[in-house]
């Protein structure tokens, strides 16, 4: 099996090389890209010397960094600029989120080669469902997320996991965004800022309504209070 050294080695050449020609700029370990209004990125990580995982994630240029933990404009803090997207997920290996090491330099080189390709591919497959905000704000309305409220009520009550699965599927923003699995309150902040941005403010107080104190974290109450502050 290969080192962490030899992986770092090969990381930088096949992955680098390879989204380069897609557009993304690397900065260590992360490998950025601008498309239009779109900043999306890359990231890899490693995991007790034998193990790595890739991240992608998307956010708008426009819209405050998405790190619950600070204030909506406050500066960027010093971490992985994927930490602070709207979207998030990982790269999975057949449902698992790590994929290990492989055991020669050729096999990671075609490994490596392979996932950063599939990354940039559900990246450009999201993007398309995004668009440049615009057409998230027409698919997913307050009462499409007010609809998903209520079947997401339902599915933590399910007592099995194939219920919870098929009410999971069955909701409207995870049926737009496959694989994403977007939850409630994120969502609505999401789209109380696109509504903001495009000068829907009358939109605002409608989807706030739709995050519920009970589901609201600490870390996501600035962003509520934010948006309440546009609306005035």
């Not at 999401?190 to 495009?198: D, E, I, P, V």
Request: net charge positive; with cysteine.
């Amino acid at each position: 099996m290969i080192n962490t050294t030899q992986f770092a080695r090969i990381r930088r050449r096949i992955v680098g090389s390879c989204l380069s020609k897609l557009g993304y700029a690397a900065l260590g370990k992360e490998y950025s890209a601008k498309f239009g209004p779109q900043l999306r990125y890359v990231t890899f990580s490693t995991a007790f010397g034998k193990w790595f995982e890739v991240s992608i994630a998307l956010h708008f240029e426009f819209l405050p960094p998405f790190d619950f933990a600070v204030w909506p404009g406050a500066r960027v803090p010093s971490k992985m600029c994927s930490e602070l997207c709207a979207f998030q997920r990982h790269v999975r290996n057949d449902g698992k989120q790590y994929y290990h090491f492989p055991e020669t330099e050729i096999a990671a080189a075609d490994l490596l080669k392979d996932v950063a390709i599939q990354a940039a591919m559900k990246l450009d497959e999201v993007g398309a469902t995004c668009g440049d905000g615009q057409r998230l704000l027409e698919l997913i309305s307050p009462q499409v997320l007010a609809t998903d409220l209520a079947v997401f009520r339902q599915l933590r009550k399910a007592q099995t996991i194939e219920e919870q699965r098929r009410l999971s599927d069955s909701m409207r923003i995870r049926q737009l965004l496959p694989e994403w699995c977007p939850h409630i309150v994120p969502t609505a902040i999401l789209m109380g800022y696109l509504a903001s941005h495009f000068g829907h403010t009358d939109l605002i107080p409608a989807y706030i309504s739709v995050a519920p104190n009970d589901l609201i974290e600490p870390k996501q109450a600035p962003y509520l209070e934010d948006l309440r502050g546009r609306v005035n």
